[in-house]
């Protein structure tokens, strides 16, 4: 990625920029989760993008292989903060943040019945430390950013969406009914958020609600930025999290790989994106007035998606041919075509993938060859 500066940060003129001068010089900017996947990229990317800016993080250090970011991100200037956002005790040490980017969730579709974790793990983790952090926003007046997930789409609709068998992969069919907010170009805005989400889409969803009221009522300004799937080097990828990654590796690695539902061919698609850009879209949103609707579908798009059939099928290339089990049994919250539409963000702030998918895998790739055993390392396998 191209290093792009925001120059002159506290020259914009909306009043959002205004009201968050302090007349420190410097930006502040919290990110929870700091030592996870996305939120250590987005320290890293963030320090490239703004100038003046002072990057401070919390996180718990729960997962395997957190530490290892920790590490790097304080080598990078971030100033780390070990505590748990559902202690609103271990809040009260953090310094007044202009921004706040909550990177911090339990992210698995599968969270709470796959035995990793608790129905009210979930709750506490992803709901319940939301709202610390909305009070710590509206004690200090910081704006919020709120990394959101396309799971909070209703599972029926999206495995009812009607697709066909390309002989690969799994291709939206246009030519039959659909619901509201889809297209071939992927989900928008617009697609049902009806119930069922998964206990996962259901804690992200009521975050959501509740960081734009906690805006509305206490005058603070929210974004919401709901992501397909993040992915890139260093990334403690899982079968139910963070897909691309945990496949190069496993397919790598030689560990096994199974097709699971849907005719058990691998043929589901979804779509990637990289936190480097999803960086570059929250550099200018914190530069503005969000509107009253700041909710938004942010992905890789068609361009960047891709089947598991397809994906085993550059991992044959790019490594040698490694056949995954077949399995078609039903899993959970699992849906035949995921890719989202992100024409809003591309309309109103210019905003599209610069990271390619090839160069994405290519990247997760390289360095599952100079760390082998990393699904070990991190806990994913």
Known sequence: MSDIRTPGFYACPCQTCKIKNNGSGNLKILITGVCGFVGSRLALALRRLIDNVEIWGIDNLLRPGSEMNRTSAVAEGVRFFHGDLRLRSDLEGLPACEWVIDAAANPSVLAGVDG???????????????????????????????????????????????????????????????????????????????????????????????????????GFPVWVDRCGVLAGAGQFGTAEQGIFSYWVHAHAARLRLRYIGFGARGLQVRDAFHPDDLALLIAQQIRRDPPPE???????????????????????????????QADDRARPFDAPWIVMDSARARAEFGWEPTVTLPSILDEIAAHAAMNPGWLARCGAV
């Open 116 to 218: 990793r974790s608790s129905a009210r793990q979930v709750a506490e983790h992803n709901l319940s430390g939301t709202l610390n952090l909305l009070e710590y926003c509206r004690e200090h007046g910081s704006g919020l950013v709120l990394i959101s997930t396309n799971r909070v789409y209703s599972v029926r609709d999206l495995a009812g969406l009607p697709v066909r068998d390309c002989g690969s992969s799994f291709a939206l069919d246009d030519a039959q009914s659909l619901p509201p907010g889809v297209s071939p170009r992927g989900l928008t805005e617009q697609f049902p958020v009806r119930q069922p989400v998964s206990l996962y889409g259901a804690t992200k969803l009521a975050s959501e609600i509740m960081a734009i009221e906690y805006g509305a009522t206490f």
């Open 294 to 324: 700041p909710i938004y579908n942010v992905g890789g798009g068609p361009a960047n998606a891709m089947s598991l059939a397809q994906l085993t099928a550059w991992c044959d290339h790019r490594f040698t041919p490694h056949e995954p």
